[in-house]
């Protein structure tokens, strides 16, 4: 994506969609009005299926050629959530600007193409995410339990340049301003490349642009999330978290704590965490 890349709007009677100016206008129209076909139709890849939110891999033509996409379709919880949705911005909405947000600010996420969301009067109508894929990316969680195929020599370079990337991505994010409540292992993604190791911060739901800097404590409310999803994976070692954690230390500008107080912070607060009890998943 580019800088302010642009955008267009389309209002009709099922809904209102959103997309970047590539995107080609009568699938636009399509998806408006018969949102659910892509999940039936020309599905590549069912990625996760829950209670409130149904991925597939896809394809949509975007400036005269078709991409690989991520579609989601996305229904709120419970009825408390549908109506004071009245009062607030669609949360797909939001998640799309965010993504946008992102991007300009160099922070790697997978470039949001359109989002499609119900008329304010539509009680209980679903929303509709769609992202670029990023082909040949795996989540954290997945390479992870994949390490053990490669030499120890291999695993270690690759481990480490890993956790470099993903410590300098969240160092971006929040100099931004953009806190991530969720910040767990399959909310991150890397993809090696012949230069090193890409890293895409994804499923924006849970992040929240700041009209200040986000303070110490909050940056390791987040980090602890990430640190105790981390704990679950034998092959991610403290080495690993330690190395990530230097990383987002050098990449961030604000008045920052020593590394050894930093880490004690963190593991004291990811153990607190550790402490509650599960949320019940989607």
Known sequence: MTMNEPTYQLRRSHGVGYAVAGFSRACLIRLIDFPD???????HETVKVGGTALLVRTEFPVENRRISAAYKRVR??????????????????????????????????????AVIVPRWYQIGVEAYLAIEWIDGARNLRQVALSLSQFTSTTRRSFTHAAATGVGELIARMHEARISHRDLKATNLLLRKTAS???????????????????????????????????????????????????????????????????????????????????????
């Not at 076909?37 to 599905?43: C, D, Y």
């Not at 300009?104 to 949001?112: G, S």
Request: with cysteine; proline share 5%; net charge positive.
């Open 196 to 282: 090193g190791v890409e890293s895409y911060v994804i499923d924006l739901d849970g992040a929240q642009h700041h009209l200040r800097r986000l303070g110490w404590h909050q940056r390791f409310c987040n980090l602890s999330r990430l640190e105790l999803s981390s704990r679950e994976l034998p092959s991610i070692s403290n080495a690993d978290r330690l190395r990530l954690l230097k990383a987002y230390l050098d990449a961030s500008t604000a008045p920052k704590p020593q590394w050894k107080t930093a880490w004690q912070e963190l593991r004291e607060i990811t153990g607190q965490r550790a402490l509650r009890p599960k949320r019940r998943a989607a």
């Open 37 to 43: 076909m892509p999940l039936r139709t020309n599905v």
């Open 76 to 113: 709120r919880r419970n009825w408390w959530k549908v109506l004071t949705g009245f009062f607030r911005t669609n949360r797909q909405l939001r998640t799309w600007r965010l993504g946008r947000q992102l991007l300009e600010y160099n922070i790697t996420t997978p470039r949001p193409l």
